[in-house]
């Protein structure tokens, strides 16, 4: 997935032109690693299970191949993050009908004990709720893309303690216990670490992360 110096994900718009050569292996690849999080996250949240959600990210790839040599890369215009919500929405879409089908065949009675359809019940991934969820898993895969290119700057210790005290949310003092440090080194951890993801969510939203 790395390429040159520092640059760990090229711009989007290096990528997805690489993309359109679809015996690009290694684009193929980080396309994958770099989004896949983000189609399977919304997928969950759309209240799909694993396997589901699974099937939505492995469509979402084929159709992205299939259709990536129509996509112009024009952010000002239509963004690649609109167009990859529509083509995973597409998929979403065709995962709940196969669910309504199904359940459909399994019950005689699709209402359960509160009188409620199970079909009526199923998430819209055509209502704002969607494109809510998209945005929530679109930051939360930047973040974590960001942290991933810190933690190999910095160095171990320093990086657990920011691990265990902000992201994990430990009591100052436990982490302090634990790694055996005293408070004022975890606070400075956290403060300088904190500070390093920061530039790096700028500088991947500035690639078109």
């Keep these: 997935m790395q ?3 520092n640059e760990i994900i090229p711009t989007r718009k290096t990528l997805l032109s690489r993309l359109k050569n679809l015996d690009d292996n290694e684009s193929w690849r980080t396309f994958f690693n770099t989004y896949w ?3 399977y996250g919304v997928a969950i949240k759309s209240g799909l299970s694993d396997a589901e959600a699974q099937d939505v990210v492995q469509d979402t790839v084929i159709s992205v191949a299939r259709n990536i040599g129509e996509f112009k890369y024009d952010p000002g215009v239509f963004s690649f993050k609109t167009w990859l919500l529509q083509v995973t929405r597409s998929r979403l879409l065709n995962q709940l009908r196969k669910e309504r089908r199904h359940a459909s065949g399994r019950a005689e009675n699709p209402n359960d004990a509160s009188g409620t359809s199970y079909l ?3 998430p819209d991934p055509c209502g704002n709720r969607l ?3 998209w945005d ?3 930051a939360k895969n930047l973040m974590d893309a960001a ?3 810190v933690k190999k700057r910095v160095e171990i210790e320093q990086f657990q303690m920011f691990d265990f005290y902000v992201l994990r949310k430990w009591p100052v003092r436990k982490v302090a216990d634990t790694l055996k440090v005293n408070v004022g080194r975890v606070y ?3 403060h300088r670490v904190s500070k390093l993801v920061r530039e790096e969510i700028e500088k991947l939203e500035a690639r078109g992360y």
Excluded: P, V
Aim: no cysteine; glycine share 4%.
């Design 3 to 5: 390429s040159s110096g």
């Design 37 to 39: 999080k983000l189609i």
């Design 120 to 122: 009526e019940r199923l």
């Design 131 to 133: 494109e809510a969820l």
């Design 136 to 138: 929530e898993e679109w």
């Design 147 to 149: 942290i991933q290119r």
């Design 188 to 190: 400075l951890a956290k």
